[in-house]
């Protein structure tokens, strides 16, 4: 299937590792130029180099905190014109509403929830303005299924697809999509941490938690993911906007 994607440039926030690393080298093996934001300087060199030299494509890096306004205000200056942007930094954790410590919710939510929606409040102006673009939202299936053991992470989802689905419908009048892909439980680092803190919450030791690894359906490749956000990307899906795809194997579990 042709994409249509070589030359076109993306940013992807949280892309050095998990599920947007594996959009970066999704996006680049369709001959995308690629800006990749993301917090450690370490491995986000380590991707530069790697997306570079495998595909050949222009990337440039940006470190930076996306809990902080101003570094997501600088994206638009840092990573200049891009036709794509994949909103992906964010962790959240589990926990019951009462127990998660206040710092800690505000600061995921400062990430998450206001970081997808500064980024996306920086390049919707100039999308529009040109009459094209593509806004692609990582969220998370705890949108469509939430559980009071990850009460704030899938309140932090519901918020961010509503946002889709409104600011999608109005986007797309002046050329511009807004997608959001919902990941279930996804094989990355994220998913050992969730998965230890609801282990220490339910069998009283994170130690047992490969216990809660789902086996039907298995958790998803991040991978997966990627090829979805891809294709949400593509001309294919020139009509897809203001809508979530969730991606779970219909079970419903704990998402990302």
């Known amino acids: 299937m042709e994409l249509n994607l070589d030359g076109r440039k993306a940013l992807i926030t949280g892309g050095s590792k998990g599920i947007g690393w594996a959009c970066a080298r999704a996006l680049a093996a369709e001959g995308v130029n690629l ?11 380590k991707a530069t180099l790697e997306l570079r030299r495998e595909f050949g494509v222009e990337v440039s890096s940006h470190s930076c905190d996306l809990t902080k306004p101003a570094h997501r205000a600088a994206l638009v200056d840092v990573a200049g014109d891009v036709d794509i942007v994949i909103n992906n930094a964010g962790a959240i954790p589990a926990g019951s509403f009462v127990d998660v410590d206040d710092e800690v919710l505000r600061s ?50 519901a918020a961010l697809a509503a946002f889709t689905k409104a600011e999608g419908a109005e986007s797309y009048r002046h050329g511009v999509r807004i997608v959001g892909v919902n990941p279930g439980l996804t ?56 809508a979530t795809i969730t991606l779970d194997g219909g079970a419903g579990y704990l998402s990302q």
């Open 35 to 45: 800006a990749v934001a993301a917090r450690t300087i370490g491995p986000l060199k």
């Open 108 to 157: 995921s939510w400062e990430l998450k929830v206001f970081g997808y929606l500064d980024v996306a409040r920086q390049f919707l102006p100039i999308m529009m303005k040109r009459g094209s673009g593509v806004i692609v939202n990582v969220i998370g299936s705890a949108a469509d299924h939430p559980r009071s053991n990850y009460a704030i992470g899938a309140a932090a989802n």
């Open 187 to 242: 094989k990355t680092d994220r998913l050992e941490t969730l998965l230890r803190q609801q282990a220490q919450i339910s069998l009283g030791s994170e130690e047992l938690w490969e216990e809660l690894i789902p086996k039907d359906p298995e958790p998803a490749d991040p991978d997966d993911v990627a090829s979805v956000v891809v294709f949400a990307c593509s001309e294919k899906a020139r009509l897809l906007s203001g």
